[in-house]
C-alpha cells in the first residue's frame, strides 16, 4: 500500500504547528502568534476547541515551555467567608473611608458614588485607585481599578452580601459547614463573595495577591465581628 503524500504533508505540518504552539512565550504577543497558528491549522481544529470551552485558548508558562490551556475565562480570584454581622454592618465597612481604613489601609478616601473614583494608598509612593461601578446597598459593590501596579489595572473587583440565619446557610451553601460548626452561639451573618477578575495570566503577583486578599477579608470579618481590623501594613503579622 503506497503512502499517501498529501496525508503525511498535513500530518507534518500539524506536528511542526505543535512544536510551535509549545515553544511559544506566555506573552500577549505570544498569545496572539499563538492564535494566528491556531487558526491555520483549520476550521475543525478551532471549532473543536470552541465546542470543549467557548472561547479560545488561554497561554500559561510552565518551567521552559508553556503549556496551553483552555480557560472558560481568564484567572479570576475568589473567596466566600461567613462573618458573624449584618450585611448593612459589612456594606458599610466596604464603602466608607472609616471602614476602609480600619480593615484595608489607612488613608482610604472615596465617595459611596457610582462613578467615582476611591483611592487606597499604600505608603508615600504607591496608591490604587478604583472606580465604583455598582452600588447595591447591603447587597453588592463593584469596582474596577483604573490606577496600580501594571496588572492589577484593568481588573475588576466585587463584594456580593447574602444574609442568612445558620439553617438558611447551611442548606444553601454546605461548603460553609466549618464555617457555621466553629462558631460559637452563631445563629445568623453574613456570606461574603470576593471576586477579583479578568487577570491577564497565572504569574507570581497574582498567587501574592489571591494569598494577600485572604488575609485582608480576614481583617474585614475581624473589624465587623470585633471592631478591630488587621489592615496594611499588618496584615501578615502573626502576632495579636
Not at 498569545?31 to 473543536?48: C, H, Y
Not at 490551556?69 to 475568589?78: A, D, K, V, Y
Request: with cysteine; aromatic share 10%.
Amino acid at each position: 500500500m503506497g503512502i499517501d503524500k498529501r496525508a503525511l504533508r498535513g500530518f507534518l505540518a500539524i506536528i511542526i504547528t505543535i512544536s510551535m504552539l509549545c515553544s511559544l512565550p506566555a506573552s500577549a504577543q505570544g498569545k496572539q502568534t499563538t492564535d494566528l497558528i491556531v487558526a491555520n491549522l483549520g476550521n475543525g481544529f478551532v471549532s473543536n476547541i470552541a465546542k470543549v470551552n467557548g472561547t479560545k485558548p488561554y497561554y500559561v508558562g510552565g518551567g521552559t515551555d508553556s503549556t496551553i490551556i483552555n480557560h472558560l475565562q481568564t484567572p479570576n480570584i475568589r473567596h466566600e467567608l461567613l462573618i458573624a454581622a449584618p450585611a448593612e454592618k459589612i456594606y458599610n465597612a466596604i464603602t466608607s473611608q472609616e471602614g476602609l481604613s480600619a480593615w484595608w489601609t489607612p488613608g482610604a478616601t472615596l465617595k459611596p458614588e457610582v462613578n467615582s473614583v476611591a483611592r487606597f494608598p499604600f505608603g508615600p509612593n504607591y496608591f490604587i485607585e478604583m472606580k465604583i461601578t455598582e452600588l447595591e446597598p447591603f447587597r453588592l459593590v463593584k469596582w474596577t481599578c483604573i490606577k496600580g501596579v501594571g496588572e492589577w489595572v484593568g481588573t475588576h473587583l466585587s463584594f456580593e452580601l447574602v444574609e442568612g440565619n445558620k439553617q438558611s446557610l447551611t442548606k444553601s451553601r454546605p461548603e460553609l459547614q466549618d464555617q457555621i460548626e466553629q462558631r460559637k452561639n452563631f445563629d445568623k451573618g453574613t456570606l461574603l463573595i470576593f471576586h477579583h477578575d479578568d487577570w491577564k495570566e497565572y504569574t507570581p503577583m497574582y498567587a501574592e495577591c489571591n494569598y494577600t486578599w485572604g488575609q485582608f477579608l480576614r481583617s474585614l470579618k475581624l473589624f465587623c465581628e470585633t471592631g478591630k481590623g488587621r489592615p496594611w501594613p499588618n496584615q501578615h503579622n502573626v502576632e495579636p
